[in-house]
């Protein structure tokens, strides 16, 4: 495996299988200037994405049945059913989440149009390697959440970048696609709201999405790739 860096600082190393990140499958690297110099990019921001940390109902048992027993989570005796009964001491099978959703325009009144398929994860960011793209990033929610993506170079990256923005702050980020795929025609990385751990920080609460970075020319008259 070879490495190729950019920026001088202290990276972390991480394996995202659960079990490992949990078992200690962590390690750093320290890039110090010697490894070569930085030139920030100055380039035209591309696309722009508006995005909104939201809260909603989220059923986990919208279908309420046991395909392996071939039974209603709904019965008294099934073992599922306290997964989904609510009364004085459960709390059903419905959770308040905070969400990433993708809205039409700097108002953030309007949400983009999504597939159903795609669940609790956010709209997906559709770039080419070499686009430079914007995030409008707005915090709708009632806690303090942020906007992080993981495989792309920050434009003007600094310590406020790292931090959450509390309830209905607005903060926009720069990005450019510089990381692509190899022998494929697409890579997939995420954006997720902390930078310390997407398992302790970002899945629980629901903020987590797919960033589709093709390579040049994939992606042709808005065409997405999915």
Same mark, same amino acid.
């Given at each position: 495996?070879?490495?190729?860096?950019?920026?001088?600082?202290?990276?972390?190393?991480?394996?995202?299988?659960?079990?490992?990140?949990?078992?200690?499958?962590?390690?750093?690297?320290?890039?110090?200037?010697?490894?070569?110099?930085?030139?920030?990019?100055?380039?035209?921001?591309?696309?722009?994405?508006?995005?909104?940390?939201?809260?909603?109902?989220?059923?986990?048992?919208?279908?309420?049945?046991?395909?392996?027993?071939?039974?209603?989570?709904?019965?008294?005796?099934?073992?599922?059913?306290?997964?989904?009964?609510?009364?004085?001491?459960?709390?059903?099978?419905?959770?308040?989440?905070?969400?990433?959703?993708?809205?039409?325009?700097?108002?953030?009144?309007?949400?983009?149009?999504?597939?159903?398929?795609?669940?609790?994860? &956010?709209?997906? +960011? /559709?770039v080419e390697v070499?686009?430079? $793209?914007?995030?409008?990033? =707005?915090? @709708?929610? %009632?806690?303090?959440? &942020?906007?992080? +993506? /993981?495989?792309?170079?920050?434009?003007? $990256?600094?310590?406020?970048? =790292?931090? @959450?923005? %509390?309830?209905?702050?607005?903060?926009?980020?720069?990005?450019?696609a510089t990381n692509?795929?190899?022998?494929?025609?697409?890579?997939?990385?995420?954006?997720?709201?902390?930078?310390?751990?997407?398992?302790?920080?970002?899945?629980?609460?629901g903020l987590v999405?797919?960033?589709?970075?093709?390579?040049?020319?994939?992606?042709?008259?808005?065409?997405?790739?999915?």
């Amino acid at each position: 495996m070879s490495l190729h860096t950019i920026l001088a600082g202290k990276w972390s190393v991480t394996c995202y299988v659960a079990t490992h990140f949990e078992g200690g499958t962590q390690a750093a690297i320290t890039v110090d200037q010697s490894c070569g110099t930085y030139t920030p990019i100055d380039t035209p921001v591309g696309e722009v994405f508006y995005f909104a940390a939201v809260e909603m109902d989220w059923n986990y048992a919208p279908v309420r049945y046991d395909p392996v027993r071939s039974q209603s989570l709904d019965d008294e005796d099934s073992p599922g059913n306290v997964f989904v009964r609510r009364d004085d001491h459960l709390l059903g099978s419905t959770y308040k989440k905070a969400v990433y959703r993708r809205f039409e325009d700097s108002s953030f009144s309007q949400q983009v149009t999504r597939e159903e398929s795609w669940g609790i994860l &956010g709209h997906p +960011i /559709h770039v080419e390697v070499g686009d430079s $793209f914007q995030v409008v990033f =707005k915090n @709708m929610a %009632s806690r303090s959440y &942020g906007f992080y +993506i /993981h495989g792309v170079q920050w434009v003007n $990256f600094d310590e406020d970048s =790292k931090r @959450m923005v %509390s309830h209905l702050t607005v903060r926009s980020f720069d990005f450019v696609a510089t990381n692509g795929p190899s022998d494929t025609r697409l890579l997939v990385p995420h954006f997720y709201t902390c930078l310390w751990s997407i398992w302790h920080g970002t899945l629980p609460r629901g903020l987590v999405g797919p960033l589709v970075v093709c390579r040049e020319g994939i992606l042709d008259n808005g065409i997405e790739q999915t």
